[in-house]
């Protein structure tokens, strides 16, 4: 069965901390590897896509990256406003659906 | 920037009844979706629309849900004899395409079922 897990759960930073988020999939084929961001009351927004083992994106302090098992995503120097639940999301090669992991919950600090 | 637009943002509705959840997606985007977050736990897929007809549907969809794009800018969820469970957040999504595209959300419809 395909799967997404999220670890971990919650996360809590001060200001200028930086850490990484991971996400562990197992699936028959995959398409792609998607990072959302989500605040309380709102919709995922999209943050980057991933496809093959090796490659990595990069937004200001976020930067993920892709293994054949795993992704993290990584948070330099967060601020406040970083604070928010980050989402994984895989799309597998048979399948138009996103199957979303459970998400991390993070709060930086001031 | 173009966004996917969900009115209403909250909908309460008693037990038994129809509701129907409307979202405008992005302009130039083929593919529509809506998944569903209930309380504390995952998002979940529900159905994808393409070209006017169902292209995947999760096993959540049974015949209680129908999805519709009545016309050019509109898709809807109606769901039928709502039950308790049915209360979630329900997420509208579209695509340029369905293929290593990615998926834009809505802000979501909160359905409170009394």
């Known amino acids: 069965e395909d799967q997404v897990t999220q670890s971990p759960e919650a996360l809590r930073l001060q200001e200028g901390e930086s850490s990484s988020l991971n996400c562990s999939y197992t699936?028959?084929?995959?398409?792609?590897l998607f990072w959302y961001r989500q605040d309380p009351g709102k919709g995922p927004e999209f943050l980057f896509t991933l496809y093959s083992a090796g490659e990595e994106k990069e937004k200001e302090r976020l930067k993920a990256t892709l293994t054949k098992k795993e992704s993290f995503l990584h948070i330099t120097a967060p601020k406040p406003e970083d604070s928010a639940t980050y989402l994984c999301?895989?799309?597998?090669?048979?399948?138009?659906?996103?199957?979303f992991g459970s998400g991390t919950r993070l709060l930086v600090r001031p | 920037e173009p966004e996917v637009t969900q009115t209403p943002s909250h909908q309460v509705t008693q037990m038994g009844q129809e509701v129907i959840l409307r979202c405008v997606p992005i302009s130039n985007h083929l593919y529509f979706y809506w998944y569903r977050q209930i309380l504390g736990q995952k998002v979940e897929f529900l159905v994808s629309f393409y070209n006017n007809e169902i292209s995947e549907k999760s096993e959540i969809f049974d015949d209680q849900f129908s999805v519709e794009r009545p016309d050019g800018s509109n898709f809807t969820l109606k769901i039928r004899s709502t039950k308790l469970e049915d209360s979630a957040m329900y997420f509208c999504?579209?695509?340029?395409?369905?293929?290593?595209?990615?998926?834009?959300f809505g802000d979501g419809t909160r359905l409170s079922i009394l």
């Open positions: 999504a579209s695509s340029a395409s369905s293929l290593n595209q990615p998926q834009h």
């Open positions: 699936v028959s084929g995959l398409r792609g």
């Open positions: 999301a895989v799309q597998t090669d048979s399948s138009y659906k996103l199957i």
